[in-house]
């Protein structure tokens, strides 16, 4: 396996009021990359959750931690019926595989998104990566860059010529046609599409971009 990521769930704060009741919330996070899902402990009766330090890892290949963004899913626990949904946060991990170090992290506060609802608070959040074997023909070795001219600090050599590449998928709800499903079911598929399909036309470009022997995108 050429990375491995670790990521820790700390805290959360300003969560809206799950259990009418109590006027509070028994919150939890679920963590999901590559397939694989891990939960924190709940944290019971708070809308500012703190929760043990617990690093969860998942040991991935190349394709997936350029392609999968990590996903960070927050959760009100009911005990007698399904977990509420609080909302979501997603975290693309392109930019710290493609680091020049070969172990690279990021730490701070997301918002919390809900589909329906719209941000629902916010959760602190430590992630680490680490290749564990540098490709310097693959798209890892390629950094991108959002900008009309060459960014302060880098100079051109030389100038391959132009990039272009397209990604295609069908939308969800196609494949759901004769299964019911919820509005925020539908949406979150076509968000996690979204966020794929962007991660893996990156991918796609930065190979074309290092078979050119080409180290950067401009655009």
């Not at 799950?18 to 899902?37: C, N, P, Q, R, Y």
């Not at 997936?64 to 009100?76: G, N, S, Y």
């Not at 990039?163 to 925020?184: A, M, Q």
């Amino acid at each position: 396996m050429p990375g491995i990521v670790q990521v820790q769930v700390t805290r959360a704060k300003d969560l809206p009021i799950m259990d009418k009741s109590s006027e509070l919330t028994d919150a939890f996070a679920e963590v999901k990359f590559a397939g694989s899902i891990c939960r924190t402990e709940v944290c019971p009766k708070s809308l500012n959750p703190i929760w043990p330090a617990q690093w969860f890892t998942f040991e991935v290949d190349n394709e997936v931690l350029q392609d999968e963004p990590l996903q960070i899913r927050i959760m009100d626990h009911d005990t007698y019926t399904a977990h509420d949904a609080i909302g979501k946060v997603y975290i693309p991990l392109t930019s710290l595989a493609s680091s020049d170090s070969p172990s690279t992290s990021l730490n701070g506060w997301y918002p919390i998104f809900d589909t329906l609802h719209g941000i629902r608070g916010v959760v602190y959040v430590i992630v680490k990566v680490e290749v564990l074997k540098a490709q310097p023909s693959s798209s890892l070795a390629v950094q991108f860059f959002t900008s009309t001219c060459v960014p302060t600090g880098y100079s051109v050599i030389h100038v391959l010529g132009f990039l272009e590449e397209l990604v295609v998928n069908n939308d969800p709800e196609y494949k759901w046609i004769d299964k019911i499903r919820t509005p925020r079911a539908s949406n979150e598929a076509r968000q996690r599409l979204f966020f794929k399909l962007s991660a893996e036309l990156q991918r796609m470009m930065g190979n074309k971009t290092a078979v050119a022997g080409g180290n950067a995108v401009i655009g």
